[in-house]
Structure formats: C-alpha cells, structure tokens
C-alpha cells in the first residue's frame, strides 16, 4: 500500500502565500507523477499543478505565474507554492500520484485533504 500525507493548508490573507507538502510512503517502486487537485465547496475537482517524472509541469491557468509545483524525489515529496493567493483559491487541496507499485503495475492514490482558506 501507498500513503500520501499532505501538510502545509491554513489561513492565509489575500496576497499572501502558502507552502502545501505532499508525502508519499510504502511499497513504491517509481512515481510517474505527483501533482496538486482542489475542490472548492459546490464546484467540481480541478487540476491545479502536474509534474511529472521527466520534470514537465502542467498549471491550471487561474494559477499560472502565481503557483508553482516541484518536486524532491529523495524523499518522494511534492510541494506547492502558493504566492499571491486570492479568495478563489479557497478550496481543500488534494495530492494526487500515479506511481507504480511494481515495475508492470501502476496505480493512482489521492490524499485526504487540506484546507486552504484565502480571507480577510
């Protein structure tokens, strides 16, 4: 089994920044890619920030010049940098990885969540 264990949401004011970690543990074998999903309350599941392992990055555009995803692959962890933040942004955010637990088996975990609340 795999774990993803996400830190790093809070509440932040407009314009101000927050670093979300993202973890991943247990019986890997590689990770193809580890990205960044949110869910704000009566919306549906959006991508926010991909990165996969040849280092191509993927940005919703709402995002785009303001977040950015990298990756520390020691450690099998994906961050995001969240500068700039606006009360849109307020959502739960969600890590995402497609990994393979063997070298012919590939699978796709999920997070349990953290909130990111942007307010005054």
């Known amino acids: 089994q795999v774990q993803l264990v996400e830190s790093g949401g809070g509440l932040v004011q407009p314009g101000g920044s927050l670093r979300l970690s993202c973890a991943a543990s247990?019986?890997?074998?590689?990770?193809?890619?580890m990205g960044w999903y949110r869910q704000a309350p009566g919306k549906q599941r959006e991508l926010v920030a991909a990165?996969?392992?040849?280092?191509?990055?993927n940005y919703a555009d709402s995002v785009k010049g303001r977040f950015t995803i990298s990756r520390d692959n020691a450690k099998n962890t994906v961050y995001l940098q969240m500068n700039s933040l606006k009360p849109e942004d307020t959502a739960v955010y969600y890590c995402?990885?497609?990994?393979?637990?063997?070298?012919?088996?590939?699978?796709?975990?999920w997070g349990q969540g953290t909130q990111v609340t942007v307010s005054s």
């Open positions: 247990g019986s890997i074998f590689s990770i193809n890619a």
């Open positions: 990165l996969n392992s040849y280092g191509s990055t």
């Open positions: 995402n990885a497609d990994i393979y637990i063997r070298a012919t088996i590939r699978m796709v975990y």
